[in-house]
């Protein structure tokens, strides 16, 4: 029975749900998908970040990261500028447009934590962090051993 419930919550279907279900307010408010509400609280919670920072650190499709990125900078709510090192790069930051949207997914997302979190105690939250810690090893490690893997990203972006 646990190893069904393990599976589930690995498997993400639940939570993505979930996901859905918190973030739909600011999705139709600001007319976002997904993608691009994962890129917001991305660079609201680690400033001038770079396309690759974002698709890497989140797993998700470069192609698609691109697009959204292009996507928010045409909205005014990211812009992008050049990196001082290197010029063939480029970071991105929140704008005074963008900012209102990027408070309330920070906010959805302090719920989503919240109430998924809830109930479970600070000994559970250690131990549930070591483990988060062994699987997303083991994931990078899987992950690695495909081809294809850092290009096709696993984030719906509805």
């Not at 690759?52 to 990261?65: A, E, H, M, T």
């Not at 005074?96 to 559970?124: F, W, Y």
């Amino acid at each position: 029975m646990n190893r069904d419930k393990v599976d589930v919550l690995l498997r993400g279907r639940m939570l993505k749900q979930a996901v859905k279900t918190v973030y739909a307010p600011v999705r139709h408010k600001y007319g976002l998908r997904q993608i691009e509400i994962e890129i917001l609280l991305t660079l609201a919670e680690f400033e001038d970040v770079s396309s690759s920072d974002i698709y890497r650190g989140q797993f998700l499709n470069k192609g698609q990261v691109s697009k959204a990125l292009d996507e928010l900078c045409r909205k005014a709510y990211i812009e992008m500028i050049p990196d001082e090192n290197d010029h063939r790069y480029n970071r991105y930051r929140i704008t005074e447009t963008g900012s209102p949207a990027a408070d309330e997914i920070r906010k959805a997302h302090r719920e989503l934590m919240g109430n998924l979190m809830d109930g479970v105690t600070s000994d559970e939250m250690r131990t549930l962090c070591m483990i988060a810690e062994r699987v997303s090893v083991n994931l990078e490690r899987l992950t690695r051993e495909s081809k294809d893997a850092a290009d096709q990203g696993y984030l719906e972006t509805v």
